[in-house]
Nanobody, 124 residues
């Protein structure tokens, strides 16, 4: 049974940093793309960042490029999202996702497994 468990969300002030973690279990993720999506109330679920589980390559949306960093620790089966210089518009529920197709797909249905989400709230 595949599980993706996010942690690290919270309430912070604008300009602060947070690090989200996604602990993955239940299968080998070699060849998968691991991604962070976010969804604000009334809006679509948007891709924030993605990384290949094995090999190189990362993707960032324009809205977070230069502020967020995605990384992975294969030994711990964990993916991270380091979020710096947070803005009020970063407020959303953040979801970890895993996609077996291996590309940097920007639409949610292309991913096979999802975590339950962790809330990030940035006060201005």
């Amino acid at each position: 049974q595949v599980q993706l468990v996010e942690s690290g969300g919270g309430l912070v002030q604008a300009g602060a940093s947070l690090r989200l973690s996604c602990a993955a279990s239940g299968r080998t993720f070699s060849g998968y793309t691991m991604a962070w999506f976010r969804q604000a109330p009334g809006k679509e679920r948007d891709l924030v960042a993605a990384i290949r589980w094995s090999g190189g390559g990362t993707y960032y949306s324009d809205s977070v490029k230069g502020r967020f960093t995605i990384s992975r620790d294969n030994a711990k089966n964990t993916v991270y999202l380091q979020m710096n210089s947070l803005k009020a518009e970063d407020t959303a529920a953040y979801y970890c996702a895993a996609g077996r197709l291996g590309g940097f797909w920007t639409i949610a249905p292309m991913y096979d497994y999802w975590g339950q989400g962790t809330q990030v709230t940035v006060s201005s």
